[in-house]
């Protein structure tokens, strides 16, 4: 599985969030590794996870910054439905991790690589436009 590499393309306009962006691809990036390496079994539960509970934080910065920025109220739920819909495929995922072991391990490392470039490149750049220099804004109600 390929390292995910950070691309300008892959810029959301809002400098806080594209950096919250980096550490998710470092994270996805370091599980494909442990697996590449086959310490999988071993560090898989930790990273997936941390990947959960860095999404988790990222998923309600993400919100909060897209409710500052005015991004419309129904496409706003609608991306808030699809942040939960991600959380459950990764529990799912974890889920059959625990059932099926080792052989789970690459679907998984392929799910979060295509999951988080898929949802940066569409859903997350619907709004793009909106928290385009909101930063400020946004950093001083956090």
Known sequence: MGKIIWSSAYSVQSAFIDHQHQI??????DFNQAIARGEGMKTA???LNR???YAEQHFRDEE??????????EQLQAHIREHEKLTE???RHGENWHSYGKEALPEIGRF???WLLDHILTSDMKYSKYVANVDD?????R
């Not at 909060?64 to 109220?73: F, G, S, T």
């Not at 804004?137 to 109600?141: H, N």
Request: proline residues 3%; charged residues 20%; glycine residues 4%.
């Open 24 to 29: 998710l691809v470092g994270i996805v990036n």
């Open 45 to 47: 539960y930790s990273i």
């Open 51 to 53: 990947l959960i509970q």
């Open 64 to 73: 909060k910054l897209m409710e500052i920025a005015r991004y419309p109220a």
């Open 89 to 91: 495929d990764i529990f």
């Open 112 to 114: 979060l690589k295509e």
């Open 137 to 141: 804004a946004f950093l001083s109600v």
